[in-house]
């Protein structure tokens, strides 16, 4: 074993959920190490949220103008340029590591590259490194879900899709999540032939609105992408002509070959590596098990956040950024002061048009017993959507008829995605649907509609 290197804390990842806890106990003196396996900035600035933006911002544009076409916009022959759109996609994320890293570095943050393995309690090993903390704090984030189905080797990531060099006639996703619909609109507006979704049960996007999702199902097909519900991928294997998926329906057995087989089938705590039962750290499929203090509950010395802990909240940016935040309180503090909190979580589907969620389900307020006024309309007739020429538009809000305040609400449309954080704002300030009502917004804009909805 190479010589023993000693840090105050030793921070594995280095995405949303890891680098703000470095900085704070940087910032307070301590001496911090921080180890992560992949280039800096994690899932969402170099692989997901962001870069997939960026392409859904290129072919909203596309499809902005084919709304538009024949009310003013002559749109013939537009198209996408994929390579184009990779080398802007890749002026952000290109130049996002090193920025990163430097500035973890300039912090004073000895930053390692290396896959971090526990040996004990205190001690780690990160590649010819070894290194003792007298705290840890884990934020290693998701990897795709093992299937356990023959040929699962042929089956790329999202990542590997937002890296291609160039766009396959014949793609399938594997999943009916967020990373397969919002590729799959992504693939088809950017001049994919054949895009097929496969999701083995009857509702896909199974967080979302159940009126919503059958509407962005029908907009889904009708852009021409083939969403196969009920449907389940059995095999995939090499064939001359592509790759053959085996799928098994309710009808029976069902097959279809393409170019490109894309897994969109969840994700799990990436956790595989750290040999966390060396250290004490008691995990399950969800990820570390964690006190609501962020804290591991079997090792009082090791905090995690984000999407490799187990906790109630939904895996999203904002939310890994929450419990970083809590855990860097409570290593800073030397005790249990802060106890997370979590507020109304907006959650958005970035198709075209999105679909958006805050607060509760119609299913789970009854469930909670919960006597809600439920508002659900579709609105391709408003204003906001026919100056866009947007057909597929809707709302469901649900208002607890005791309090007036709104417990769920769930949007789609054009604009949802900035509708919905002024919803989740109503409800984390207890603003009653009423007051929301009489509140005065900018018109025409997206917000202006929000007293119609609640």
């Known amino acids: 074993m190479s010589e023993v290197e000693e840090f105050d804390l ?21 001496s911090v190490a921080s180890v992560e396996a992949l280039p800096y900035g994690g899932t969402c600035a170099l692989r997901g949220c962001d870069p997939k933006k960026m392409y859904v911002g290129v072919t909203e ?18 198209a996408v340029d994929w390579s184009e759109m990779l080398a802007f996609k890749r002026t952000f994320t290109d130049a996002m590591p090193d920025k990163i890293e430097g500035g973890l570095q300039e912090a004073g ?71 397969s619909f919002e590729f799959a609109h992504i693939a088809k507006r950017a001049g994919a032939d054949e895009v097929t979704i496969l999701h083995r049960s009857e509702r896909p996007l199974g967080g979302f609105d159940p009126d919503l999702v059958d509407h962005l199902v029908a907009r889904t097909r009708e852009l021409g992408i083939d969403v196969r519900l009920q449907s389940c991928v059995d095999a995939l294997h090499r ?12 009808s029976g057995q069902d097959a279809l070959t393409c170019d490109l087989a894309v897994h969109g089938a969840g994700r799990v705590p990436n956790l595989d590596a750290l040999s966390l039962d060396a250290a004490g750290v008691a995990f399950g499929p969800r990820g570390i098990e964690v006190t609501e203090y962020m804290r591991s509950a079997t090792n009082p010395a090791v905090f995690a956040a984000g999407d490799c802990a187990d906790t109630p909240a939904p895996n999203l940016t904002p939310v890994s950024a929450l419990e970083g935040r809590i855990a860097s309180k409570n290593l800073l503090a030397g005790a249990d002061e802060r106890r997370i909190e979590y507020p109304p979580i907006p959650s958005v589907v970035f198709t075209l048009p999105p679909v958006a969620r805050v607060g509760l389900l119609e299913a789970e307020a009854h469930a909670q017993g919960i006597d809600v006024s439920v508002k659900h309309a579709k609105t391709p007739t408003w204003y906001s959507s026919v100056r866009v020429a947007e057909t597929y538009t809707a709302y469901k809000t649900l208002v607890d008829k005791q309090s007036g305040r709104i417990v769920g609400a769930h949007v789609m449309g054009p604009g949802a995605e900035e509708q919905i954080n002024v919803l989740a704002l109503a409800m984390k300030a207890g603003v009653t649907a009423n007051e929301l009502k009489g509140t005065m917004f900018a018109y025409p804009s997206y917000s202006s509609d929000l007293g119609y909805m609640v």
């Open 109 to 179: 943050i000895e930053t390692i590259h290396a896959t971090a393995r526990f040996v004990d309690k205190e001690v780690l090993v990160a590649g010819e490194r070894t290194l003792r903390g007298k705290q840890f704090h884990i934020a290693t984030g998701a990897r795709p879900a093992t299937l356990d189905i023959p040929g699962e080797e042929l089956l790329q990531t999202s990542t590997k899709f937002l890296e291609m060099e160039r766009l396959p006639r014949r793609i399938a996703f594997v999943g009916g999540g967020f990373i």
């Open 10 to 30: 030793i921070v594995i990842g280095g995405g949303t959920g890891a680098n703000g806890v470095a900085r704070a106990c940087r910032n307070a003196g301590w």
């Open 239 to 250: 064939r001359e002509d592509g790759i053959g998926v085996d799928v098994s329906t309710p």
């Open 61 to 78: 544009a596309l499809d902005w103008t084919r709304r538009t076409a024949g009310r003013g916009i002559k749109a013939d022959g537009l």
